[in-house]
Every structure is written in C-alpha cells, then in structure tokens.
C-alpha cells in the first residue's frame, strides 16, 4: 500500500546469480510520507529428480505445458486439454486432434493404456487436484525421444 503497481520479469540461466535493483513510486496521497523500504528475495528450489527431464524438454517448448495451479480454479483436464490447438472434446468426452487419432498417456513416466484407448478415460487415474504438471505434445515430430512410440501425440502427466 502506498506504492504504485510495478512489475518486473526476468530469467536467469539455471546457475547464474542475478542482483536486481529498481525503485518503487509513491502514490500521490502517501508521497509526502517516509515509506518503509520494499524487499524482495528470491531463492533456488531443489527439483525432484523425477522432474529434471520435464523442465529440460520445457526449455525447449515444443509441447503445451500446465502447471499445479492452470487446475487449481476447475479441477478439470477439460479447460486445459480444449485451449490446445487442434484439440477439442466432443459430446461423449473423448479427446479429438485434427491431425491425429493416437494418442498416448503418460503418468509419471508410465505409459498407460494404447494410443487407440480414449485418453480421457485414462487421465481418470489421476485426479487433476493431484497434478503437478502436463505436458500436451501434439505432433509426432515434436515429441521427445522417450515418447517415441506408434503414438503421434502424448500427454504426459506428473503428479506431485
């Protein structure tokens, strides 16, 4: 309170060590006062071991890629899995790709059913509350080498 709104994004290298320094304005009604300074202190977060191979294809951003909290508000695989393009969901729920009628699931690692199977029947094994990631790789020719299968699209899903 006090200040005026301000945003600032960066990305530093996964070893590097960044020093950051901007100031804040006041706002009209609190600039004739003495605000107290604002600190912001960032931190390295150790990956699960499981997690490193995900964040390494993630630089590479061939796949679609949701996150712990894109479930938090719906707690549905449906808002995530329809604002991929060329995906959608028909009437009785199953997962269509323009381009594509094979596709694999994956579930920390474990491929699950076939390729032919409905997805979404599959993607019930894991409550979406649960998921920590997923990854949507909807072109044979993006997919990473431990996807390669007779799928031509994978969904890969880690669970927390």
């Given amino acids: 309170m006090g200040y005026r709104p301000t945003e600032l994004s960066f990305s530093i290298d996964d070893t590097a060590s960044v020093r950051v320094e901007f ?5 009209k009604a609190t600039a004739p006062y003495l605000l107290a300074p604002v600190v912001v202190r960032g931190r390295s977060v150790d990956l699960p071991t499981r997690l490193l191979e995900f964040y390494a294809r993630a630089k590479h951003n061939h796949a679609s890629i949701f996150a712990r ?7 549905d ?6 604002s991929v ?4 969901l028909n009437a009785r729920n199953q997962l269509i790709h323009k381009t594509c009628d094979k596709i694999q699931v994956y579930i920390n690692g474990t491929r699950y059913g076939a390729p032919d199977d ?13 998921v920590e990631l997923m990854e949507v790789y909807t072109h044979v020719t993006r997919l990473p080498v431990e996807y390669l299968t007779d799928a031509c699209m994978v969904i890969a899903v880690w669970t927390k």
Wanted: proline residues 9%; negative net charge.
């Fill in 118 to 130: 409905n997805p979404m029947r599959t993607l019930k094994l894991v409550a979406p509350a649960d």
């Fill in 23 to 27: 100031e804040l304005n006041s706002t």
């Fill in 69 to 75: 909290e894109d479930f938090a508000l719906t707690n």
């Fill in 85 to 88: 393009p060329g995906l959608h």
């Fill in 77 to 82: 695989y449906r808002f995530a899995l329809e």
